[in-house]
């Protein structure tokens, strides 16, 4: 299984971007998807996941400025990033949760490669 994220680059304080996540392989269903982002000199945290039924969560830091979505035919997430800020400048990664096959009693974790945001003042 490959995720493969993409959509960051360069924007200036106030614009937009939307990161997308596409996985592909041996899936047989995709539970909850999600993007984590790391700054420079930190840790990895939370910026917003997905259930396959469409139940959001978000970190407080982002919450009505950012939302994630998800295409469930194309196992695809999304994030659409607006009034973004200077602190929101960071390596974003997205996540999904993979039923490899049927009758598999569990999910295996995946991650793609990181996309890079920046966001100057």
């Known amino acids: 299984v490959q995720l493969q994220a993409s959509g960051g680059g360069l924007v200036q304080a106030g614009g937009s971007l939307r990161l997308s996540c596409a996985a592909s392989?041996?899936?047989?269903?995709?539970?909850?998807m999600g993007w984590y982002r790391q700054a420079p000199g930190k840790q990895r945290e939370l910026v917003a996941t997905?259930?396959?039924?469409?139940?959001?969560n978000y970190a407080d830091s982002v919450k009505g400025r950012f939302t994630i979505s998800r295409d469930n035919a194309k196992n695809t997430v999304y994030l659409q990033m607006s009034s973004l800020k200077p602190e929101d400048t960071a390596v974003y990664y997205c996540?999904?949760?993979?039923?490899?096959?049927?009758?598999?009693?569990?999910?295996?974790?995946?991650w793609g490669q990181g996309t890079l945001v920046t966001v100057s003042s």
């Open positions: 996540k999904a949760n993979v039923r490899r096959y049927w009758g598999s009693p569990y999910d295996d974790a995946y």
């Open positions: 997905i259930t396959s039924g469409g139940i959001t």
């Open positions: 392989g041996a899936i047989f269903s995709i539970n909850d």
